[in-house]
């Protein structure tokens, strides 16, 4: 029976669909204007277990995740670069795409752009102004009237003045409150033509909390099941969907909120400022250069974030991504030792093992992914102790719900090919022929070279020497 933790009750529920085998979720994506960092690399991947996990279960899930092109920041950024937004956006969203797919997130049924979504949010504004909700200020931006939704904070379980004191914005006379947030941007004269669109409220683009709004009612309807996103999209995005969507239906937005933890780099919050800033194609070319390929760096890169629970506070560290180096060897070490039996990928499960059963019981519990690769590692020592190919072949079913264990164990405890594999190997020659000519100081010597380069020779019986990276 599957429990998620639900922030907006603030405890862990089961998990009960609408309209269950189907599941609805919406997570809110990327604001395309530059690279993909590890903060998004962490809420993606969050996510992309939690939609991995859902089907495994056997849910038919849409998922939902959309892309913001249309943003001051996004406007900033094309300015700046004297492009057009949707060339910016174009290619930005080429790079999203092709460093998510290097670490194994899986793309999501529905990826919508609120430039496609206008019509809607316009629709949506309409609705909550008959209702009482929007009014124009005389600055031209349609606001939302905070005080007029009386769930307002409900989410982030703060009243109207708790929040209103917590505000660190400037005070906007064109406002009726301070809290009130806008729904529709009036253009300014600066701004490039196509940063704007015509509306019964005058020329002006949407703004950022009314696309969600109207892209998950469009696409899943009213109400869902899952609403999920990082940890600091609590308050005020989310809280402000749930103010429009709820305030315009009168109907629940989202059954079940679900947040991840933000993510540090060495127990600091991750800033430009700070010098800890890392996007996720600077971290794969830097852990490819040290682990010995690119693939391989990816990899090792997702079990890291996996193996973290979704909700905790998240540390990015050089020592500990090597510490998920040597974790994810010693699994794909279990698997080269004891080759698994195949299995076709749409295989069932074998839950009633006692490690698979565990393996389920984690993750039923608010995809407790730390749990579940616990037992993962006592399904390997399990290969390790009985040498079992149809164990070998349930941790990599296991590992798949994960979106790890999948390629090559000998390829990956080599790393690379190429010049330094052709390199090894030749040492590895030398040393064959130092032992055959009685020259066992020599052969000790090149050992020794390899594995001061992390490199760790196997002699196996007939006289074949494989090696890995340490």
């Known amino acids: 029976m599957l429990q998620v933790y639900n922030t907006l009750s603030r405890k862990k529920e089961v998990f009960t669909p609408i309209a269950a085998p189907k599941v609805g979720m919406y997570v809110c994506g990327m604001t395309i204007y530059d690279f993909c960092h590890m903060g998004h690399a962490r809420m993606m991947m969050a996510f992309d277990v939690i939609a991995r996990w859902l089907r495994s279960s056997g849910y038919d899930v ?3 995740r959309n892309i913001t092109d249309i943003d001051d920041k996004i406007i900033r950024r094309a300015v700046e670069n ?3 937004i949707r060339c910016l956006t174009e ?5 999203m795409h092709e460093d998510l797919a290097a ?3 899986l793309p999501p049924d529905h990826e919508p752009r609120a430039t496609e979504y206008v019509p809607q949010m316009l629709n949506l504004i309409g609705r909550l102004r008959e209702k009482g909700l929007a009014y124009q200020a005389a600055d031209g931006d349609m606001n939302y009237a905070v005080r007029q939704f009386a769930g307002y904070g409900k989410l982030s379980g703060k009243s109207l003045d708790e929040l209103r004191a917590g505000e660190r914005i400037a005070v906007d006379s064109s406002k009726t409150d301070p809290l009130d947030f806008v729904l529709w941007k009036a253009a300014k004269p600066t701004e490039p033509a196509d940063a704007k669109w015509d509306s019964p409220y005058g020329a002006g683009r949407p703004g950022w909390h009314i696309e969600c709004s109207a892209m998950s009612s469009a696409l899943l309807g009213e109400t869902f099941d899952i609403h999920g996103g990082g940890s600091d999209l609590q308050f005020p995005h989310h809280e402000n ?3 429009q969507s709820e305030g ?3 109907k629940p937005l989202a059954n079940y909120w679900l947040h991840n933890g933000f993510l540090n780099v060495d127990g600091e919050k991750m800033s430009k400022s700070l010098g800890n800033f890392f996007t996720i194609r600077d971290v794969l070319k830097a852990l490819g250069e040290e682990f010995g ?3 391989k760096a990816a990899e090792v890169l997702r079990y890291f974030l996996v193996r973290t629970h979704y909700r905790s506070p998240f540390n990015y560290s050089d020592t500990h991504v090597r510490d998920a180096l040597a974790a994810l060897t010693r699994l794909y070490t279990a698997l080269k030792n004891t080759p698994p039996a195949e299995v076709a990928s749409t295989a069932a499960i074998d839950w009633s093992h ?7 019981a984690a993750m039923d519990d608010d995809f407790n992914t730390p749990d579940a690769i616990a037992a993962l590692f006592e399904l390997a020592s399990e290969v390790n102790r009985t040498q079992s190919a149809a164990t070998a072949g349930l941790l990599k079913q296991l590992g798949a719900v994960l979106g790890i264990l999948q390629g090559d164990p000998v390829a990956f405890l080599k790393g690379a090919a190429g010049d330094d594999a052709a390199r090894i190997e030749d040492l590895i020659a030398r040393r064959a022929a130092a032992k055959k000519g009685k020259q066992f100081a020599e052969a000790d010597r090149i050992r020794a070279e390899l594995l001061a380069q992390g490199i760790v020779l196997e002699d196996k019986p007939g006289g074949a020497t494989e090696w890995r990276r340490a």
Do not use: C, D, L, N
């Not at 006692?354 to 389920?360: E, G, L, R, V, Y």
């Open 62 to 64: 849409t998922f939902v």
């Open 82 to 84: 004297g492009e057009s």
């Open 91 to 95: 290619r930005m969203t080429a790079a």
């Open 103 to 105: 670490i194994g997130v």
């Open 241 to 243: 969907e749930i103010a």
């Open 248 to 250: 315009a239906s009168g």
């Open 293 to 295: 390929g690119r693939e």
């Open 354 to 360: 006692p490690q698979a059963a565990a393996f389920k």
